[in-house]
């Protein structure tokens, strides 16, 4: 038996900011934010060095916040 849970929540195309290409999660609680981006960074077509950056929706300046490297 196999249970899928989906959390729906909103994102964009990505942008570039720096060296670094950049999607945005945002809508959930930070434990379910970090487990979907960690399936994606576990996916065969994103390169290793993968991170989110958590941070406050309404936070001053992007890129700024806690690191954590992913998949986790």
Request: hydrophobic fraction near 50%; charged fraction near 20%; aromatic fraction near 10%.
């Amino acid at each position: 038996m196999a249970l899928l849970i989906e959390v729906h929540v909103p994102y964009d195309e990505g942008t570039s900011f720096g060296d670094y290409f950049v999607f945005f999660l945002a809508g959930a609680d930070e434990e379910s934010l970090l487990a979907a981006g960690s399936r994606v960074a576990a996916l065969g077509c994103v390169p290793a060095g993968a991170f989110a950056l958590v941070t406050d929706t309404e936070a001053p300046d992007m890129g700024t916040g806690h690191r954590v490297d992913l998949p986790i």
